[in-house]
T-cell receptor, first 112, second 114 residues
């Protein structure tokens, strides 16, 4: 069963505009959420995270929002740059064991 | 380079053969994880170690799969009697034993079973 779900598998956005990626989860015990970015032929690289005690975390152009009651989080990238073209994975963990459950990923293409 | 290293990067084998992959984590990381990723899917957890102890195994890890981390440093993942369904990217990751610590991933080993 997919505990972390990412719909809308692909997104195309113009350079300079906002990219918004969405993620839903079903396990209410998840207490830590992360976004990873993956380029072809490379492993996922960490982007940004948020603890369940917060509802927003910002790091430069990247902001993650968490809505616990809706079991929903989103990643905003502003402004989008061509180097942001990659697959983005939403992941979640519980209980501090750092074992991550991943979504299927969203392909983002930033058009120059 | 002090990142997570995986070897080999690519492996092609015939069905029924055994294969072994190696992972060298970041040196100060005492947690090591194995994940598997198939086309169009996100990484799926297989197993993880804290130092040399294997603390959890996924139901995805059939009895043909075995993982070791003999001295709490590098790890090996062996697949016996490979099947075509084993074709996937096998990813290794490591982390510190710290609450809510992010995982650092290697570039993976791409396995193709013919």
């Amino acid at each position: 069963d997919q505990q972390v779900k990412q719909n809308s598998p692909s997104l195309s956005v113009q350079e300079g505009r906002i990219s918004i990626l969405n993620c839903d989860y079903t396990n209410s015990m998840f207490d830590y959420f992360l976004w990873y970015k993956k380029y072809p032929a490379e492993g996922p690289t960490f982007l940004i995270s948020i603890s369940s005690i917060k509802d927003k975390n910002e790091d430069g152009r990247f902001t993650v929002f968490l809505n616990k009651s809706a079991k929903h989080l989103s990643l905003h990238i502003v402004p989008s740059q061509p180097g942001d073209s990659a697959v983005y994975f939403c992941a979640a963990s519980q209980g501090g064991n750092n074992r991550l459950a991943f979504g299927k990923g969203n392909q983002v293409v930033v058009i120059p | 380079d002090t990142g997570v290293s995986q070897d080999p990067r690519h492996k092609i084998t015939k069905r029924g053969q055994n294969v072994t992959f190696r992972c060298d984590p970041i040196s100060e990381h005492n947690r090591l994880y194995w994940y598997r990723q198939t086309l169009g899917q996100g990484p799926e957890f297989l197993t993880y170690f804290q130092n040399e102890a294997q603390l959890e195994k996924s139901r995805l890890l059939s009895d043909r799969f075995s993982a070791e981390r003999p001295k709490g440093s590098f790890s090996t993942l062996e697949i016996q009697r490979t099947e075509q369904g084993d074709s996937a990217m096998y990813l290794c990751a490591s982390s510190l034993e710290v609450l809510n610590e992010k995982l650092f991933f290697g570039s993976g080993t791409q396995l193709s079973v013919l």
